[in-house]
């Protein structure tokens, strides 16, 4: 099992950045892939980008998102930039021993959560 820790979220405007952060901890965490979902109320959750813990190998379809890795700190980062209102949501850090996955289903472990909050 491993154990994700999210932080970073806040209040900001419209054109804002932000940067989360997931500190991940446990078992042979550097084996999975680690991704960012967020979820909107009333909405489903929504994949943002994901990224292999040992090759680096990213998928991002969000190009004002960019995720990131730190071997050294154990950390995954979202990096956002010129955020929307519609960019308000929960986010969320997962992992999974899967590789390329996208659906939630596939994630078996989850953070908590940090609220980002965009304000126009």
């Known amino acids: 099992q491993v154990q994700l820790v999210e932080s970073g979220g806040g209040l900001v405007q419209a054109g804002d950045s932000l940067t989360l952060s997931c500190a991940a901890s446990g078992r042979a965490f550097i084996s999975y892939t680690m991704a960012w979902f967020r979820q909107a109320p009333g909405k489903e959750r929504q994949f943002v980008a994901s990224?292999?813990?040992?090759?680096g190998i990213i998928h991002n379809p969000n190009s004002r998102f960019t995720i990131s890795r730190d071997n050294a700190k154990n950390t995954v980062s979202l990096r956002m930039i010129a955020l929307k209102p519609e960019d308000t949501a929960v986010y969320y850090c997962a992992a999974t021993r899967l590789t390329y996955r996208t659906a939630p289903r596939d994630y078996t472990d989850w953070g908590q959560g940090t609220q980002v909050t965009v304000s126009s």
């Open positions: 990224i292999q813990w040992t090759n």
